[in-house]
T-cell receptor, first 112, second 112 residues
Framework: NAGVTQTPKFQVLKTGQSMTLQCAQD?????MSWYRQDPGMGLRLIHY???????DQGEVPNGYNVSRSTTEDFPLRLLSAAPSQTSVYFC???????????FGSGTQLSVL | DAKTTQPPSMDCAEGRAANLPCNHS???????VYWYRQIHSQGPQYIIH???NNETNEMASLIITEDRKSSTLILPHATLRDTAVYYC?????????????FGKGTKLSVKP
């Protein structure tokens, strides 16, 4: 049982490039979410999903897309990276939205 | 949405109890109080949650006042490994429908 796995751990992008941050969980959790964390700040919710085929926006969704084609995977896509998206990204999952969250180890993204 | 207020930082001597306060004066009757912590740059870790009764688990105790306007997380015998940022979160209702919204938390420093 690996829990929540995020890849890559580190990534450097140039402005305008696109990429996908991967998130997978093997706990059969229905709820998955993406947060970003900037220096000195708490975590801010980007997008979340309450089940396969269902996604919704969080606090800071602009510039990010998500999809949930399977229960296990919840990728986060940056279509055209901007320096303002430099941050640490965390994926989390739980059995349901009201249950405790399990977090991945994070992806540190730098956009130059 | 109910908000929380936490002191930005606290110190605690190793082996002593760490008492972390949280104010949530606008909490609604059916909203839970959750505590998470984040050690260095790792993903946040769930600690404990409660509605109105005091709760205890292998990590900590949660004391919620009778009027539910504040709570205290207690680490009974703090160790150096408990140095982390501790987040007190009230589960959001309404438009967010239960997503966990993180604030800036309390940075707890456990000193030898």
């Amino acid at each position: 049982n690996a829990g929540v796995t995020q890849t890559p751990k580190f990534q450097v992008l140039k402005t305008g490039q696109s990429m996908t941050l991967q998130c997978a969980q093997d706990m059969n959790h229905e709820y998955m979410s993406w947060y970003r964390q900037d220096p000195g700040m708490g975590l801010r919710l980007i997008h979340y999903s309450v089940g396969a085929g269902i996604t919704d926006q969080g606090e800071v969704p602009n510039g990010y897309n998500v999809s949930r084609s399977t229960t296990e995977d919840f990728p986060l896509r940056l279509l055209s990276a901007a320096p303002s998206q430099t941050s640490v990204y965390f994926c989390a999952s739980s059995y349901s939205r009201s249950e405790k969250l399990f977090f991945g180890s994070g992806t540190q993204l730098s956009v130059l | 949405d109910a908000k929380t207020t936490q002191p930005p930082s606290m110190d605690c001597a190793e082996g002593r109890a760490a008492n972390l306060p949280c104010n949530h004066s606008t909490i609604s009757g059916n909203e839970y109080v959750y505590w998470y912590r984040q050690i260095h740059s790792q993903g946040p870790q769930y600690i404990i949650h409660g509605l109105k009764n005091n709760e205890t688990n292998e990590m900590a105790s949660l004391i919620i006042t009778e009027d539910r306007k504040s709570s205290t997380l207690i680490l009974p015998h703090a160790t150096l490994r408990d140095t982390a940022v501790y987040y007190c979160i009230v589960r959001v209702r309404g438009g967010s429908q239960g997503n966990l919204i993180f604030g800036k938390g309390t940075k707890l420093s456990v000193k030898p």
